[in-house]
């Protein structure tokens, strides 16, 4: 009954895996481009003849050895096989038809997840963290103790407290093979400890694509220190250690710590202050390569808040994060990403990093807001209005309007009269979102002026750290004080006490307004983002010298920093990874997002369905996935939904890779026996369900395994039927009679409305009293068309 699916996907995939599949992902110009060669699984422990086989395929498209050599940029040869070269197309196509190669493509250059743009063309690309007592993790002491994460981002700053060993920790794992690195400003003996282990940076594929790094104002560490902030900040929230009294200028005054306080981490350096904006840059070919050192030196999970900044529409294969991930969940190593941040409010299926053997992260706000209140005086009336901001300092000030004193009307940079700026507290419109507060922020310091009152639409609301002190309001609050100001002769002055933050306001969790959102465009069936955890004004570690606002003329040094984005989402889910390990060693990526997943809650601290960013919009499965993050239930899920490589197999033969090709990435051992028939990939034994073409009855199968302590456990369905669907569960009991048992249950969805494809939202909870299960029911019901074959992708 679900053939029709696999007509629509087959036709579908055949038709674009025989463009891409060995395929190259390359501009037309004839001056050599860093390429990446992917030949699969590494065949050979012996890694030098797989470096080998590496130099003999570049020796086809070149006339000398030497020439080889001088072109080969990396051999990963330990977590896959592949090479990154410097290649013309010409070249690039040749190797791509050589037996053994399964995608030729050109080394993309990946953003962190975070931080702000300056020059972002006026648009506002809004991404900044935070947090403290953001992760609720248990407090046995042990937790985490055996196990390492790896964090693939700007480097890290060792001397953080954040990273310094927490009393009575054991020994460095038996199992770990990586090493600490020397380099600029960074010393082995003196960075690394019992929890910091490991230290490496990748740079050659970032020079080779973008020129020499320049480190001579200071900018960058030629070493795994970080210059950038952005990954003492992630690697802090994963698996910082314990530390009291955290605040940035006594703001989110508590104690520090990550989700897995005592794990080990190693650190891959592989973004960098490149273009100066802020943005870290990340290479793909360096990317690859900390994902084959990464798997070599025995990390148990990896954690990487970056990604492309468009939506991944290519197939999988080529992209780093794809082979990484997939060669990496081969080797039981779980990875975490960042979905992905927008300005605004995301379209639909701007979601990143969708690779069903890895999970994406969305973001949340935590339970903690930064009233701020402005007291206006013009001697005739007092106004007072409340704003969010981060401000430590009172401020007594003249005000004034931008659109007086900015050039046309807008606080953008250079567009103001100085002298009339200087010293005064700056009215900013951006209602249109044509200017970050960063870059108003930037032009009011340029300009002598003392602060900024910015003002936005309701929907972001997220203040930022920034390098004068700046007050959010919205646009309601905003009108009142434009026309307070209007309203008398005199000038008005504004008082504004430093920001309080508060616990407690209510409600919470609201998905973050720049967390990027599902369906995945490349595979429909399965749910993406997986879950979401808090992204919001995180405070987390961060290196001294690098300001706190990211603009050079800020020159405050701080040892916490407050940054929003799914960069400071995903390590969350990192940590919370890394005790579930560690409180069940033995779990496969699958089984432990499984934990995280089923256990995630939708309900905010109202009990209400959690909101979608500042709107009055519940949030849905395309924003949150499972819900949001909840540390404690997932070390003790009840079941889990499991899946193995022939699993993910299963997953590629439907969308059109043949067995040959598949066999290619698989382990050797690995069942790569394609289905008679193609079915639908909502059956991949996913921990949400999606059914994203909906046309007649359709049965869809789970198999969910007992990891509860209780002897004859049974578990009984919940069902919240989307809109216009019939969901039938059977059997309607799940008997375990002993840990590790497994049952398999059927979902049988009945379209019982005529519908052109929109989606709608259910759930599926199992429960034995003890534990909840829950997975997410999405079903898009499409049975109006004439039900011939077509292509249900048509955003492709
Ligand atoms: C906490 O930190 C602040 C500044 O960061 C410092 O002034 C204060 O003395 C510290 N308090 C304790 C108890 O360590
Ligand atoms: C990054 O590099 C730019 C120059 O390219 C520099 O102005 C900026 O200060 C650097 N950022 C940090 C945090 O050092
Ligand atoms: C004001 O800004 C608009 C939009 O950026 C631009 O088209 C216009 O030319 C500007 N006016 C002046 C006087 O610069
Ligand atoms: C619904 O089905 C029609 C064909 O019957 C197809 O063209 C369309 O893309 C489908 N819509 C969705 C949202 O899948």
């Avoid at 979601?351 to 069903?356: Q, Y």
């Amino acid at each position: 009954m679900e053939e029709h699916f696999a007509h629509n996907l087959h036709s579908f995939w055949s038709i674009l895996l025989s463009l891409f599949f060995f395929f190259i992902y390359s501009t037309c110009s004839s001056e050599p481009d860093v390429h990446i060669v992917y030949l699969g699984h590494s065949a050979q422990h012996d890694h030098q003849l797989t470096s080998d086989l590496h130099q003999q395929l570049l020796l086809n498209v070149f006339k000398s050895e030497e020439e080889a050599a001088q072109s080969m940029i990396y051999s990963y040869t330990y977590g896959f096989s592949g090479f990154a070269a410097k290649l013309t197309s010409d070249q690039a196509t040749t190797i791509a038809r050589k037996e053994g190669v399964v995608s030729v493509f050109r080394s993309k250059i990946l953003e962190l997840h975070t931080t702000r743009s300056w020059d972002f063309m006026g648009l506002p690309l809004r991404e900044t963290p935070d947090y403290d007592e953001a992760p609720q993790s248990p407090s046995s002491s042990t937790f985490g103790d055996d196990v390492i994460v790896g964090i693939f981002d700007s480097g890290i700053w060792p001397e953080s407290a954040s990273f310094q060993e927490e009393p009575g920790m054991g020994p460095i794992p038996g199992t770990w093979k990586g090493e600490c690195i020397s380099g600029q400003n960074f010393t082995p003996s003196t960075a690394c400890n019992r929890k910091l282990i490991g230290a490496r940076y990748y740079l050659t594929g970032l020079e080779q694509q973008l020129g020499p790094l320049d480190i001579t104002p200071d900018t960058e560490y030629r070493s795994p220190r970080d210059r950038l902030g952005h990954g003492t900040h992630t690697a802090s929230t994963a698996v910082g250690s314990i530390v009291h009294n955290a605040s940035f200028f006594g703001l989110g005054l508590g104690t520090a710590r990550g989700g897995a306080p005592r794990a080990r981490l190693a650190v891959y350096k592989v973004c960098w202050n490149k273009t100066g904006d802020g943005t870290g840059k990340c290479s793909e070919a360096d990317v690859l390569a900390a994902f084959d050192g990464a798997l070599r030196d025995g990390v148990h999970i990896i954690s990487a808040s970056f990604g492309t900044s468009i939506a991944q529409l290519l197939p999988f294969f080529i992209w780093s994060a794809d082979i990484g991930s997939f060669h990496a969940m081969q080797k039981g190593v779980t990875v975490v990403f960042s979905a992905g941040n927008y300005d605004y409010s995301p379209d639909p299926s701007t979601v990143k990093n969708v690779a069903p053997w890895s999970i994406s992260v969305a973001a949340s706000t935590i339970d903690r807001s930064f009233p701020t209140q402005m007291v206006f005086d013009n001697t005739v009336t007092i106004l007072t209005v409340m704003g969010q901001s981060l401000i430590t300092t009172q401020i007594d000030a003249n005000l004034a309007d931008a659109s007086s004193h900015f050039y046309n009307g807008t606080c953008s940079r250079g567009r103001w009269n100085n002298r009339k700026a200087a010293g005064r507290v700056i009215l900013c419109f951006s209602t249109m979102g044509l200017i970050t507060s960063a870059e108003a922020a930037d032009a009011v310091k340029k300009a002598g002026g003392s602060g900024l009152i910015f003002v936005e639409p309701l929907a972001r609301q997220v203040p930022y750290v920034d390098v004068v002190p700046t007050v959010y309001v919205d646009i309601y609050q905003g009108t009142k004080i434009l026309h307070y100001l209007g309203s008398s002769e005199w000038r008005p002055t504004v008082q504004i006490t430093p920001t309080r933050s508060i616990v407690g306001k209510a409600p919470a969790p609201v998905v973050a307004y720049f967390s990027c959102k599902g369906p995945s465009a490349l595979s429909p069936d399965i749910l993406k983002p997986d879950l979401s955890a808090p992204g919001v004004n995180i405070l987390a570690a961060w290196p001294p010298n690098t300001p706190p606002s990211q603009s050079s003329s800020d020159t405050r040094s701080v040892n916490w920093n407050f940054q929003s984005g799914t960069s400071m989402s995903c390590p969350h889910v990192t940590g919370t990874a890394a005790l579930v390990k560690s409180v069940h060693p033995d779990w496969s990526p699958a089984a432990i997002r499984s934990a995280l997943m089923t256990t995630a809650s939708t309900r905010d601290t109202n009990s209400e369905h959690f909101l979608s960013g500042g709107s009055t919009k519940p949030s849905d499965p395309f924003d949150i996935g499972a819900g949001h993050l909840n540390p404690t239930k997932a070390i003790d899920p009840g079941l889990v939904y499991d899946m193995k490589a022939s699993d993910y197999v299963v997953f590629l033969c439907n969308l059109g890779y043949t067995q040959e090709q598949i066999k290619m990435v698989v382990l050797p051992g690995t069942d790569i026996t394609c289905p008679r028939v193609q079915t639908s990939n909502s059956n991949l034994n996913y921990p949400s369900i999606t059914v994203s073409d909906l046309r007649t009855t359709v049965t869809i199968m789970r198999t969910v395994r007992n990891v509860g302590r209780n002897r004859n456990a049974v578990y009984f369905p919940r069902v919240i039927s989307p809109s216009g669907v019939e969901v039938v569960i059977w059997p309607r009991s799940l008997v375990f009679s002993h840990y590790r048992d497994e049952n398999t249950y059927y979902v049988t969805l009945n379209p019982r409305k005529r519908s052109e494809g929109r989606y709608d939202f259910g759930e599926i909870v199992w429960s034995d009293g003890f534990h909840t299960v829950r997975s997410p029911l999405t079903v898009c019901v499409n049975n109006t068309g004439d039900g011939a074959e077509s292509m249900s992708y048509t955003n492709i």
